[in-house]
């Protein structure tokens, strides 16, 4: 019976942090993740392609590929980082 009892919260919570997520405008969920992952230590590159590579139904977009693809010919330290160098 408990475990059933931890199930149906779970479920309920989930349905109300859906509800609340759906309910933000984007600028603020995006501003909220900016946050989280700067407060995490993780940088806009790697948010970028965590992002990017996340299980979500849908890939990367335009900006969001282009993006990668500057990543990957400038890098971190603006020198080329393809495979083997």
């Known amino acids: ?3 059933f009892a931890r199930a149906h919260l779970a479920g309920m919570f989930a349905a ?3 509800a609340a997520s759906n ?3 984007d600028t603020v969920k995006h501003a909220a993740k900016k946050k989280v992952n700067a407060w995490r230590g993780i940088s806009e590159d790697e948010a970028l392609v965590r992002d990017a590579t996340s299980s979500a139904k849908w ?3 335009g900006e969001e590929l282009r993006a ?6 400038d890098g971190p330290s603006g020198v080329w980082r393809g495979a083997g160098g």
């Open 23 to 25: 309910a933000l405008p």
């Open 68 to 73: 990668m693809a500057r990543l990957t010919l």
């Open 59 to 61: 890939g990367p977009h």
């Open 1 to 3: 019976r408990a475990r």
């Open 16 to 18: 109300i942090k859906d």
